[in-house]
């Protein structure tokens, strides 16, 4: 069936440390990933995406790695801060499946200062 | 800010009635995509509109439908509201060719 799982629904981390979220999706055929951050009360902002024929790719304290072989993807922050408490969405595409993107359940990430 | 908008913030709704969401997409983006994301759980693609016309959907019943419009803005019906209707609505633009979706601020619908 359709899913994109996360392996934590929790994560606390110290202010400082770096943190690596976990994602793991079904169908070896998807395109195109994407993570996004969503603080209470607001829409997913868009933080780093990849697509399949890449394994890296890194933003601003951001980087997403792609492994391909086992269907898993991962965002890691460095230097995590306060700001960066919310919960983070990974979610895939198809490109056969137009704009439909597959989101998982979120993982919460907490920040202790 | 994404630059998309969405109408209204907050609804409340009775079962049985009818709701018009609305959202503006960001300026140059010619595709929107809608999202049902229920409480403590990720988004659920609904459809997605393209030049006026749905381009893909995702397994909601016809009772919800669409809009959009020549400047690209689109709305969200839903009719005959169930309780479990009860979501944040997002709507998400995309630019032409593009692949990245920008996501409004939602539209938190409670039906009693």
């Known amino acids: 069936g359709e899913s994109v799982g996360l392996h934590l629904p929790t994560l606390s981390v110290q202010e400082g440390d770096n943190s690596i979220i976990n994602c793991a999706y079904s169908?070896?055929?998807?395109?195109?990933f994407i993570w996004y951050k969503q603080e209470s009360g607001k829409g997913p902002q868009f933080i780093i995406d990849?697509?399949?024929?890449?394994d890296k790719r890194q933003g601003q304290r951001v980087t997403v790695l792609l492994n391909k072989t086992v269907k898993h993807l991962s965002l890691q922050i460095a230097a995590t801060q306060p700001g960066d408490s919310a919960v983070y969405f990974c979610?895939?595409?198809?490109?056969?499946?137009?704009?439909?993107?597959?989101f998982g359940q979120g993982t919460e990430l907490s920040v202790k200062p | 800010e994404t630059g998309v908008t969405q109408s209204p913030t907050h609804l409340i709704k009775t079962r049985g009635q009818q709701v018009t969401l609305r959202c503006s997409s960001q300026?140059?983006?010619?595709?929107v995509s809608w999202y049902q994301q229920a409480l403590g759980q990720g988004p659920q693609f609904i459809f997605q509109?393209?030049?006026?016309?749905?381009?893909g959907r995702g397994n909601f019943p016809p009772r919800f439908s669409g809009l959009q419009f020549p400047n690209y803005s689109s709305e969200l019906n839903v009719n005959a509201l169930e309780l479990d209707d009860s979501a944040l609505y997002l709507c998400?633009?995309?630019?032409?060719?593009?692949?990245?979706?920008?996501f409004g601020p939602g539209t938190r619908l409670t039906v009693l």
């Open positions: 509109y393209y030049r006026e016309e749905e381009n």
């Open positions: 979610a895939e595409k198809r490109d056969n499946q137009g704009g439909k993107l597959i």
């Open positions: 990849i697509r399949s024929n890449m």
């Open positions: 300026s140059g983006h010619n595709t």
């Open positions: 169908n070896s055929a998807s395109d195109y």
């Open positions: 998400a633009s995309i630019s032409a060719g593009g692949d990245t979706q920008y």
